[in-house]
C-alpha cells in the first residue's frame, strides 16, 4: 500500500484551503446575486455589467452578520481577490479597498481560467452532489478505532460506483480520478497516511461540498489535514438556498427565530441546535435563544385525550443544499423556523409543529440530535408526520 509523502500531505492541505475559498466565494457570489448586490452598473458613462460596489458589500456583509466590522469585512473580501476569485472592473486596483470602486466576480464577467485543479474540483463535486442525492448511498458513517467518519466510502466501493454511473470507462480511470482528487485534499484515507487504491481501505470526502460556508472561515490559515472533521449536527440541512437570503437571527452561525413573526437564520442548520459551523474547529455552544413555543409542552399534554393539535403526513423532497427548516427540543421536538422558499415550506411544515415520527420512526419523545440522525440515515425524500396545534 502505499503510503503519502509529507510532501504531498503539505500539497493536499493547501489545495484543500484554497477550494474551501473558492467554494465560499461561489456561495457568497450566488447571495450577492440574490440580494441584488450584484447588478448592471454605470460609471463615468462606462456600464459594468454583473458588478458590485466595494462600500455596499461591506455594509451588507455587517447587516447579514458575515463580519463583525467593516475592517475584517474588507479582509473577506481581499482574501477573495489574492484568490482571483473577483476583481476590480478595470484591473486598476490590486487591492479591495472600503470605497465606491466596482469590482467583479470572475465567475460571472468570464475572466476566471479553469485549470486542471478547479475541472477536477468541478468533477468531484457533481460526484458529492449524486452521491448524497441517492437514497441508498455509498457514502455511510463508519466506525474505524473508536472514532466514527461521516461520508465514508471504501476504495474499490467507489470504483464500482464510478463505472456504473459511467463516470469513468474503467478502475484504472477510476483510481487515478480518486488519486487527483486525494492529492487535492477532497478525499482522504480515514486512518493512516496511504494513497488511493483499489482495495477496503475507507477513505471519506473530508471536503463537505452541501456546506454553507462562514465568509470568516476564509481568514484561518490553519487546516489540519488528515484529522477527521468535526461539524455541527446541523450541516447537511442548512436553511435552504445558497442564494436565499433570510432576515437576520441571533445565533453565532445558525441563527434563530422571535416568537412572532419568527425571522430565519442567517447561517445554514436544520436541527435547531445551538452550535454553529466551524470548519476548522469543533462547534461551540452558544447562548440559548427564546423559542416559538408560546408555553412549554409536556408529551403527556400532546397525547391527551380532546389535545388541540392535528396530526399531518407531510412529504418533503429535499434538494441539494437540505430540507429548509429548524428543529429544537429535547423531546417532543417542535419546529423552531422554515425558510418560507424551501422545500420544507412547500410541502406544508410550520413553525410550532412537534414531531411525531420520521420515516415512519417513533420521534415524539427524542430530543433533536436522535431526529437528525434519522433524518441523515434516510433518503432524500423525507415522509414527517407531525402535530399541529389548532389555532
Not at 489545495?15 to 450566488?30: H, P, T, W, Y
Not at 458529492?128 to 441508498?136: A, C, F, I, L, P
Not at 484515507?189 to 461540498?209: A, E, K, L
Request: hydrophobic fraction near 35%; include cysteine; proline fraction near 7%.
Amino acid at each position: 500500500m502505499e503510503l503519502l509523502s509529507a510532501s504531498l500531505e503539505k500539497k493536499a492541505e493547501k489545495f484543500q484551503k484554497e477550494i474551501e475559498v473558492s467554494l465560499a466565494g461561489e456561495q457568497l457570489r450566488l447571495r450577492l446575486h440574490n440580494a441584488k448586490q450584484i447588478r448592471n452598473r454605470i460609471n463615468n458613462m462606462f456600464t459594468y455589467p454583473s458588478s458590485f460596489t466595494a462600500k455596499d458589500v461591506v455594509t451588507w456583509l455587517i447587516d447579514y452578520k458575515e463580519a463583525p466590522d467593516r475592517e475584517t469585512a474588507v479582509n473577506i473580501m481581499q482574501k477573495f481577490m489574492e484568490h482571483n476569485i473577483i476583481h476590480h472592473v478595470c484591473d486598476q486596483h490590486s487591492t479591495f479597498k472600503d470605497s465606491k470602486l466596482l469590482y467583479r466576480f470572475r465567475n460571472d464577467d468570464g475572466t476566471l481560467s479553469p485549470t486542471t485543479e478547479t475541472r477536477l474540483m468541478t468533477r468531484s463535486k457533481r460526484i458529492y452532489e449524486m452521491m448524497t442525492s441517492q437514497e441508498d448511498s455509498i457514502l455511510k458513517v463508519r466506525e474505524e478505532g473508536s472514532k466514527r467518519y461521516r461520508r465514508t466510502f471504501l476504495g474499490s466501493q467507489m470504483l464500482d460506483w464510478l463505472i456504473k454511473h459511467a463516470l469513468v470507462t474503467g478502475r484504472l480511470e477510476g483510481e487515478t480520478l480518486c488519486r487527483g482528487m486525494l492529492e487535492q485534499g477532497i478525499i482522504q484515507p480515514v486512518n493512516g497516511h496511504y494513497h488511493f487504491s483499489d482495495s477496503n481501505r475507507v477513505y471519506q470526502f473530508c471536503i463537505n461540498f452541501r456546506r454553507r460556508r462562514k465568509l470568516i472561515e476564509v481568514l484561518n490559515e490553519s487546516n489540519p489535514w488528515l484529522e477527521p472533521m468535526q461539524e455541527s449536527p446541523d450541516s447537511p440541512f442548512c436553511l435552504r438556498k445558497l442564494g436565499a437570503e433570510l432576515p437576520q437571527g441571533s445565533f453565532v452561525c445558525a441563527g434563530d427565530p422571535k416568537p412572532e413573526p419568527p425571522p430565519l437564520p442567517k447561517r445554514p442548520s436544520t436541527m435547531g441546535s445551538e452550535f454553529g459551523y466551524s470548519l476548522y474547529s469543533p462547534p461551540k455552544p452558544v447562548a440559548s435563544l427564546p423559542s416559538v413555543l408560546k408555553k412549554p409542552v409536556t408529551l403527556e399534554e400532546l397525547l391527551a385525550p380532546g389535545a388541540p393539535y392535528i396530526k399531518k403526513t407531510l412529504s418533503i423532497n429535499g434538494d441539494a443544499v437540505g430540507w429548509g427548516f429548524i428543529v429544537r427540543g429535547t423531546g417532543p421536538c417542535h419546529i423552531q423556523a422554515v425558510d418560507p422558499t424551501g422545500p420544507a415550506a412547500a410541502a406544508g411544515v410550520k413553525i410550532r409543529q412537534f414531531i411525531l415520527s420520521v420515516n415512519e420512526i417513533d420521534c415524539l419523545d427524542l430530543e433533536y440530535r436522535a431526529i437528525y440522525n434519522h433524518i441523515v440515515a434516510g433518503p432524500r425524500k423525507l415522509i414527517l408526520e407531525v402535530l399541529e396545534p389548532i389555532d
